[in-house]
């Protein structure tokens, strides 16, 4: 299993952009499935967007609609770090934000939770109106 680390959460108004990271051991990062998901109290834990490795340096991001035009999710191989840049911020996004990551040689989507093996603590997000 891979350790995660989330940092960058924080309080800001509706219509501002946040940029979250998540810190990544394992020698293979490059090829793990990742995926940023949140969680309010609550409520279910939610995907939020997935980058997946499809061969070569090709990576294919999912995204739930809600995010689709304002979150973008990216990584940074040489430092073993995701990232999830929020822009156009709302309310409803509020949330504690997590990173994961799928189990090392399975490369398929996935916005199940239980389809992740690792998991990082959080970070909270607040938006305020």
């Known amino acids: 299993q891979v350790q995660l680390v989330e940092s960058g959460g924080e309080l800001v108004q509706a219509g501002g952009s946040l940029r979250l990271s998540c810190a990544a051991s394992g020698r293979t990062f490059s090829t793990y499935v990742m995926g940023w998901f949140r969680q309010t109290p609550g409520k279910e834990r939610e995907f939020v967007a997935s980058l997946r490795w499809s061969g070569g340096s090709t990576y294919i991001a999912d995204y739930t609609d809600s995010v689709k035009g304002r979150f973008f999710i990216s990584r940074d191989n040489a430092k073993n770090k995701l990232y999830l840049q929020m822009n156009s911020l709302k309310p409803e996004d509020t949330a504690v934000y997590c990173c994961?990551?799928?189990?090392?040689?399975?490369?398929?989507?996935?916005?199940?939770?239980?389809?992740?093996?690792?998991w990082g603590q959080g970070t909270q997000v607040t938006v305020s109106s």
């Open positions: 994961a990551a799928r189990a090392s040689a399975v490369y398929t989507y996935s916005s199940r939770p239980a389809d992740f093996a690792s």
